[in-house]
């Protein structure tokens, strides 16, 4: 297994500013990924973090709004830019240790209000 | 695209009474998991299916996979109030991983 930490838990946060998000792993994975869920519905991938290079976005999402980084295999950055209310969601990452299969570990996530 | 729904939506039962949830991908999967989320946690991981037919049981709960791989099942026998939460869906095609819609159960004590 793998235990995860998100900092912050939750933040409320004003129009246009920007968030960053910090997701630590107590094991190297090479699988990290980040999640939005909005409330009552179902997780929506947001991108694969990749070690060492670019993020892999899922469509609908780009990196000048959420620009994620990866500088080892045990943190990840995922940063809420230029905020609207639209934004307002929980954000979670996952991992996916080595031989576990697809077994994702969920982070406690991070609840963002955007005022 | 690629689309995980769940049915039914929302599931309130009598404690004692059984509850399953059906899962139902519009593509063959190459392997599907079930996660539990507690109401204000996060998804917690169940159980992996991997082979086509495939039954699990843990406990109460028993977990199916399609023989086509492209749905799943979750039964949980004689539901405890523990057991109340939202269950998921959600399965692999090539390297994306597809949630299902969920289902949020409720079990009344």
């Given at each position: 297994?793998?235990?995860?930490?998100?900092?912050?838990?939750?933040?409320?946060?004003?129009?246009?500013?920007?968030?960053?998000?910090?997701?630590?792993?107590?094991?190297?994975?090479?699988?990290?990924?980040?999640?939005?869920?909005?409330?009552?519905?179902?997780?929506?991938?947001?991108?694969?973090?990749?070690?060492?290079?670019?993020?892999?976005?899922?469509?609908?999402?780009?990196?000048?709004?959420?620009?994620?980084?990866?500088?080892?295999?045990?943190?990840?950055?995922?940063?809420?830019?230029?905020?609207?209310?639209?934004?307002?969601?929980?954000?979670l990452c996952s991992v996916v240790p080595s031989g576990m299969g697809d077994t994702q570990y969920f982070g406690p996530g991070t609840r963002l209000t955007v005022l | 695209g690629q689309q995980v729904m769940q049915i039914p939506q929302?599931?309130?039962?009598?404690?004692?009474?059984?509850?399953?949830?059906?899962?139902?991908?519009?593509?063959?999967?190459?392997?599907?998991?079930?996660?539990?989320?507690?109401?204000?946690?996060?998804?917690?991981?169940?159980?992996?299916?991997?082979?086509?037919?495939?039954?699990?049981?843990?406990?109460?709960?028993?977990?199916?996979?399609?023989?086509?791989?492209?749905?799943?099942?979750?039964?949980?026998?004689?539901?405890?109030?523990?057991?109340?939460?939202?269950?998921?869906?959600?399965?692999?095609?090539?390297?994306?991983?597809?949630?299902?819609?969920?289902?949020?159960?409720?079990?009344?004590?």
């Amino acid at each position: 297994s793998a235990v995860i930490s998100q900092k912050p838990s939750r933040d409320i946060c004003q129009r246009g500013t920007s968030l960053t998000i910090q997701c630590q792993v107590d094991s190297q994975v090479t699988m990290m990924f980040w999640y939005r869920q909005q409330p009552g519905q179902s997780l929506t991938l947001i991108a694969t973090a990749n070690q060492g290079s670019e993020a892999t976005y899922e469509s609908g999402f780009v990196i000048d709004k959420f620009p994620i980084s990866r500088p080892n295999l045990t943190f990840s950055t995922l940063t809420v830019s230029n905020m609207s209310p639209e934004d307002s969601s929980i954000y979670l990452c996952s991992v996916v240790p080595s031989g576990m299969g697809d077994t994702q570990y969920f982070g406690p996530g991070t609840r963002l209000t955007v005022l | 695209g690629q689309q995980v729904m769940q049915i039914p939506q929302y599931q309130h039962v009598q404690e004692g009474e059984d509850f399953t949830t059906y899962c139902n991908s519009s593509t063959t999967l190459s392997n599907i998991q079930w996660y539990k989320q507690r109401p204000g946690g996060h998804p917690v991981f169940l159980i992996q299916l991997v082979k086509s037919g495939e039954v699990k049981k843990q406990k109460r709960l028993t977990f199916q996979f399609g023989e086509a791989k492209k749905n799943s099942s979750l039964h949980i026998t004689a539901t405890q109030t523990t057991d109340v939460g939202t269950y998921f869906c959600a399965g692999r095609n090539f390297n994306k991983f597809y949630f299902g819609s969920g289902t949020k159960l409720n079990v009344k004590p």
